[in-house]
């Protein structure tokens, strides 16, 4: 067979709806193994796991949103955190104390309207209220090391997707 133009676009076409659930479930595959390394991080590999709140938070379901029309197709997926501070140790927080970013983490104090100056906060695990003038985050960065671990994985589930749409097409013909 004589590859033109003509038989290249039915060959496109013909692969386009196996493309678009190949890459689909690609994307899908790839944020729920994003979640699958959040959560180990959270188990003691790199935050210690004290109440289990934050790991719980990455529980939810992935869900995917997909726009766009053939060679557009943008498929994302999005993980809901359920948590106020899932965020802090990756980057600085807007919350209601003023945050002051460091080389080793965030420094949270007491916001200027806040006439005492102080945070008070209760540590669950030990069962104590702490009022202090500023409390230091460490960064412990659990979500980026999780891109790292997944993004060699990358270009072989995409390769795998394109064979595995390429199959579909074969099988059906």
């Known amino acids: ?56 938070a990455w529980s939810t379901p992935v869900r995917l949103e997909t726009h766009g029309g053939w060679g557009q197709i943008q498929t994302v997926a999005k993980i809901h955190v359920n948590s106020k501070y899932a965020r802090i140790h990756e980057e600085p927080l807007d919350a209601a104390v003023n945050v002051i970013p460091t080389a080793t983490g965030t420094i949270l104090r007491a916001r200027p309207e806040n006439k005492s100056g102080l945070l008070r906060f209760f540590i669950e695990d030990e069962g104590v209220w702490v009022t202090t003038k500023q409390v230091e985050i460490p960064a412990r960065r659990y979500i980026s090391i999780g891109f790292d671990v997944i993004k060699s994985k990358s270009d072989r589930i995409s390769k795998l ?13």
């Open 1 to 56: 067979m004589k590859l033109t133009i003509k038989v290249f676009d039915k060959i496109t076409n013909t692969m386009k709806p196996f493309l678009d659930e190949a890459f689909r479930l690609a994307v899908l595959y790839h944020a729920e193994e994003l979640q699958n390394q959040v959560k180990l991080n959270l188990s003691g590999k790199v935050i210690r796991k004290r109440t289990g709140h934050l790991l719980t």
């Open 161 to 173: 997707a394109v064979r595995d749409a390429a199959r579909s097409v074969g099988r059906r013909s």
